[in-house]
């Protein structure tokens, strides 16, 4: 398949062949032919070809996506033969002149001149640079933009201050996707009755390293009425955003990251689709609250969150997926964060697929020892993924876990590598004997889990060695699971580093075990 760079290659190279043969019949395609074909070539390679004839001015006048990410990046198509013997037949000066604007001041310079030759009705379509400038300096690249009717704004800039939002691209008619982000120290939104009355046309919105310390009325700003076509919403490193309220009718895609001072999230959309937060909320503050209403969300990443002390997750009936990891010190856990877990969990009862990381499995432990406290079922579960130490006390919550999914049939077990070197090693006694701690357990939940066990179907262990907890499981699903069709075990890598004669001991035990209770079939890795 050809690469995108051989693509820029051969595509300069006929470009220039059909100006060396004197027939140059790529300039009687159709604009938007051109336009298209030069699509695939970095801006710098599309603003050179500019000197070949009027008609190629012209098409770089014109050309509406104008990606300056890759201006201080060497192109490899410039070292095509057709290239560099067209420009010996430029003026040295011109070439020169073009080559220092597009390097001074990171590119800025260049990105003034293409807006300022630019024709007329020529729109934009994308508008992309990475820069650093002023404020002044960036309110009067975007205010240029707006002119040519961009459809796709994607800037990222640093700046000497703090600044305020450039507020010519809040009353754009033609802006659909807008991505502003900004290296330290930020920028600040005008007041609400400002944003609301604009980005009546936006479909994507991208913040990123938003300040908002002492503007309560924006956290309210995510609504039908300020935004009726949203469909997609990311908000990255908010500073002083303590509550946030979104309830975007048509709101499709929600990525919320690094907001660590948020309190109270409320989501309410009623066609949301996807739903990402990660590392947020004030681990300091009491009365933390997340509430999300969302009939048509199909997946939830909930990553590396601080537990809040309510959770209120309401009529999630077309969850497909869900990944969920909390940041807590264990020590710190008390009863109401606790119940703020089960709650949580509790609301994603509807999800075919889940996986857990290992701080939720840790916790799952915890919480299997609170007294009135217990999952709600999973009965549409298909696919469940633990991350694990697993250790003897993580045993009580995994069996929770497995009584509440009743139809699943894929069981996967990530156990972590460092804390292999602290779990108990492998004895052959285990494979013979039904009197260790851990196997009389398993036993008592036969019946609890009779469910599960009649339905799964494949499992597979991941950081698999031979202690009692690895053992004791693998032979209580072997011997229990009634239609077990495949069993997966990959060693772990502290244990492949032993002798293998000792390995294949292992395997030998585990194989006549199986041959004994059922006919899964058992894969080494």
Same mark, same amino acid.
């Given at each position: ?183 330290? =120290? ?75 001072q948020l309190e109270n999230l409320d989501i309410t959309c009623s066609k949301l ?21 969302? =009939? ?99 045993? =009580? ?8 999914? =009743? ?78 069709q495949e069993m997966f075990l990959c060693v772990a ?33």
């Amino acid at each position: 398949m050809e690469t995108r760079s051989v693509k820029k290659k051969r595509l300069l190279d006929e470009i220039y062949a059909s100006f060396s043969c004197g027939e140059d019949r790529i300039s009687d395609l159709p604009d938007a032919v051109i336009h298209q074909i030069l699509f695939f070539l970095p801006i710098k390679s599309i603003a050179k070809l500019s000197v070949l004839s009027k008609r190629w001015k012209h098409m770089w006048h014109t050309f509406p996506d104008l990606d300056f990410t890759t201006i201080n990046v060497p192109s490899t198509s410039t070292s095509s033969s057709g290239y560099n013997n067209s420009i010996s037949k430029v003026s040295s000066n011109v070439y020169k002149k073009f080559h220092a604007n597009c390097t001074s001041a990171g590119g800025a310079d260049f990105i003034d001149q293409v807006l300022s030759f630019r024709e007329k009705n020529s729109g934009i379509r994308v508008l992309r640079f990475r820069a650093n400038l002023s404020f002044s300096h960036l309110n009067a690249l975007i205010r240029g933009a707006v002119k040519h009717n961009v459809q796709e704004l994607d800037v990222e800039v640093a700046t000497n201050d703090y600044f305020n939002f450039p507020r010519s691209a809040i009353n754009s008619d033609s802006l659909r996707v807008f991505k502003l982000k900004s290296k330290y =120290p930020g920028f600040r939104l005008p007041p609400s009755s400002i944003m609301k009355n604009g980005f009546k046309n936006l479909f994507s919105l991208s913040l990123s390293c938003l300040i908002m310390y002492e503007q309560p009325s924006l956290h309210d700003l995510f609504t039908e009425t300020s935004f009726p076509l949203l469909k997609k919403l990311s908000l990255d490193g908010c500073t002083g955003l303590t509550y946030l309220h979104v309830s975007c009718r048509v709101l499709e895609d929600l990525i919320l990251e690094n907001c660590f001072q948020l309190e109270n999230l409320d989501i309410t959309c009623s066609k949301l689709e996807k739903l990402s937060v990660n590392s947020c909320f004030d681990s300091y503050s009491s009365g933390t609250e997340v509430k999300i209403v969302g =009939p048509r969300l199909k997946s939830i990443v909930w990553s590396n969150n601080t537990i809040t002390d309510q959770s209120c997750l309401e009529n999630l009936t077309c969850l497909i997926e869900a990944f969920v990891g909390f940041f807590v010190l264990l020590e710190d856990l008390g009863a109401m964060k606790l119940r703020s877990v089960n709650d949580f969990l509790s609301g994603l009862s509807h999800s075919h697929s889940l996986v857990l990381e290992n701080q939720s499995v840790e916790i799952l432990s915890k919480n299997n020892h609170l007294a009135g406290i217990s999952l709600r079922p999973f009965s549409k579960l298909r696919s469940l993924e633990l991350h694990t130490g697993f250790h003897k006390h993580n045993i =009580p919550g995994l069996a929770n876990l497995f009584r509440s999914s =009743p139809a699943t049939n894929t069981l996967i077990l990530k156990i972590t590598n460092e804390h292999n070197i602290q779990r108990r090693k492998w004895n052959r006694d285990l494979w013979q004997l039904s009197n260790s701690g851990e196997e009389r357990f398993w036993e008592s939940q036969s019946n609890a889990m009779n469910s599960f066990l009649q339905h799964l179907k494949v499992v597979k262990i991941h950081g698999f060695s031979e202690c009692e907890s690895d053992v004791s499981l693998v032979k209580f699903l072997l011997k229990h699971g009634k239609v077990l069709q495949e069993m997966f075990l990959c060693v772990a890598e502290l244990s492949k580093s032993r002798d293998s004669l000792h390995r294949e001991k292992i395997k030998s035990q585990i194989m006549g075990f199986s041959k004994a209770s059922c006919n899964a079939k058992i894969v080494f890795k």
